[in-house]
Structure formats: structure tokens, C-alpha cells
């Protein structure tokens, strides 16, 4: 899953496809490099960020999803709100990609449930804006899983089939830095459970801090490039685990470490 984020505010790629015409040259360029599904975002979720009206979310995916969508591409939408969810689906986006789960728009799940469409819920403990002051955990492995299964038999009840829905731990959402390695160590768990598992670490705010700790010889400042590179890492060892999708900004980079990874395990 390839990141287009059309935001201008995204912490690693922010402002730079906010143009319809480039977001979906973007979408275009990550199809070419191996994405089998385009995820589209006019939200940034990054830590601190401020939430953004619908009506201007809108705005910005729906130009970008109907004209990828008209050239065979499969759409998610990345939306926490229900309005845009249900316009994105009519412009043809097959997943709604909800970081929070149902949580944020208490409608979403019903929307969702009145089409055909695919839900990925997300593990979430609240907004962006505040969202460290929730990162208590005893054992993060353990609760980010009832919590998600939480989610989960919300949206079967809400009338959601099951071969329809997608779980995601949701890393750095409510997480610190060791939080989501023990997420990353015990993966595992997650998709022995049952539903698709998407993974979502990419240039995450732990990767970089692990370089950093890793000490002035590991090579100066931590590069976008060296978020891929850790990010490639992450993906092979979400793939080993059994996930069903990793979503990404350099796909290039994840495709190359998945195509190692499948001829040499
Ligand atoms: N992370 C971001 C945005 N959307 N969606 C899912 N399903 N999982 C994630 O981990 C996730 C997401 C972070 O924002 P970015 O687009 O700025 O990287």
C-alpha cells in the first residue's frame, strides 16, 4: 500500500503533493513501482497535528481517488470521518482506511456497512493533538489486542462482515518509542488472531530514534532515506509475521526488501 498523502502538513511528506494534478502523478508513479493499493489521505494524523474540516478533506481526496480510480487503481481512503468515507466510496475507493477504529466518527461504521466496501480499523486511544498522554500501557501487546478486538466486534455488529475487515495495531498512534517494538517483536500474535493485518511504521518517529541512539558513526542525521531503509526492514519483518499489507511512502524501497526476503527465506 503506497502512501498519497494530499495534505499540507504530513510530517514526512507533507505540502509536497497538495496539487490534485501532482498527487495523483504521485499515485501513478508508487502503481509503477509495485503498490497494489493506493491509500489517500487529506488528513495528517502526525503527532500535534490539528484536525482538519471535512469539507475541506474532501476537497482534497475526492478529485485525487475518482480521477486514480477511473485508471483501475484500488483506492483506500485514509479518513476519520464517516462524510468523507461515504463520498470517497462513491468515487470509487474500495477500502476505507479508519486509523481510529470507528472511534473518531461514530458513524462510520454504519456508513461502511451500507456498501461493499473493506474497513481497516486502527488501534487508537484519541486525537492526534494529545495523543502521548494516553501511551500507558502494562502490557502494550496484550491491550492494543482487546482493544482492537473491541473495535472489531463493533463493526461486525454494526452489520460489517467479517471477510471485510482489516485490523491495523496502529504504530506510533498513542505509542512511544518502546511500545512499538514490542508491537513490532510480538506481530505474531496479531495476525495468529485471525483478520488481515496492515502494518504502518513507515518513517515513523521510533525508526528514527532508534538511528539516533545507534550513535554518531551510524551516519549523521537520520535522512528520509534512512527512515525507507529502516522502513524496507520493517516491512520484511511484518511480511515474516504474516501481515496482509504494509502501507509505505517508497515502495521501491519495500518492494526490493520484499522480492530478497521472499527468495531467501
Ligand atoms: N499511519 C499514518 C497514517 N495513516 N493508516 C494506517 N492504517 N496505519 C498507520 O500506521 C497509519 C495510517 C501516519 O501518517 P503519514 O501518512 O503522515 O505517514
Same mark, same amino acid.
Given at each position: 500500500m503506497g502512501v498519497v498523502n494530499v495534505t499540507p502538513d504530513s510530517f514526512s511528506d507533507g505540502g509536497r503533493y497538495l496539487g490534485v494534478a501532482d498527487a495523483v502523478a504521485h499515485g501513478r508513479a508508487l502503481r509503477a513501482a509495485g503498490a497494489d493499493i493506493l491509500d489517500v489521505g487529506g488528513e495528517s494524523t502526525r503527532p500535534g497535528a490539528e484536525r482538519v474540516d471535512a469539507a475541506v478533506e474532501r476537497a482534497r481526496v475526492l478529485p485525487v481517488i475518482s480521477a486514480l480510480a477511473a485508471e483501475g487503481a484500488m483506492i483506500s481512503v485514509d479518513t476519520l470521518n464517516a462524510s468523507t468515507a461515504a463520498a470517497a466510496i462513491a468515487a470509487g475507493a474500495l477500502i476505507v482506511n479508519d486509523v481510529s477504529g470507528g472511534l473518531a /466518527?461514530?458513524?462510520?461504521? /454504519?456508513?461502511?456497512? $451500507?456498501?461493499?466496501?473493506?474497513?481497516?480499523?486502527?488501534?487508537?486511544?484519541?486525537?492526534?493533538? /494529545?495523543?502521548?498522554?494516553?501511551?500507558?500501557? $502494562? $502490557?502494550?501487546?496484550?491491550?492494543?489486542?482487546?482493544e482492537l478486538g473491541e473495535r472489531h466486534h463493533e463493526a461486525m455488529a454494526a452489520g460489517i462482515p467479517p471477510d471485510r475487515i482489516v485490523v491495523d495495531p496502529g504504530f506510533g498512534f498513542g505509542k512511544r518509542g518502546e511500545q512499538n517494538w514490542a508491537l513490532l517483536r510480538g506481530l505474531e500474535r496479531v495476525t495468529a488472531w485471525g483478520p488481515r493485518v496492515l502494518v504502518g511504521t513507515s518513517r515513523k518517529r521510533f525508526l528514527a530514534e532508534l538511528l539516533e541512539d545507534a550513535g554518531e558513526d551510524a551516519g549523521g542525521a537520520v535522512t528520509e532515506a534512512r527512515r525507507d531503509l529502516a522502513t524496507a526492514v520493517t516491512s520484511v519483518l511484518a511480511a515474516q509475521a504474516g501481515a496482509w499489507a504494509v502501507r509505505v511512502h517508497d515502495v521501491a524501497a519495500t518492494r526490493d526488501a520484499l522480492a530478497v526476503w521472499r527468495a531467501g527465506r
Open positions: /466518527d461514530r458513524e462510520m461504521l /454504519d456508513v461502511v456497512a $451500507d456498501t461493499e466496501a473493506h474497513i481497516a480499523l486502527g488501534h487508537w486511544r484519541g486525537p492526534s493533538a /494529545d495523543m502521548y498522554a494516553r501511551a500507558q500501557y $502494562d $502490557d502494550v501487546l496484550e491491550e492494543v489486542l482487546a
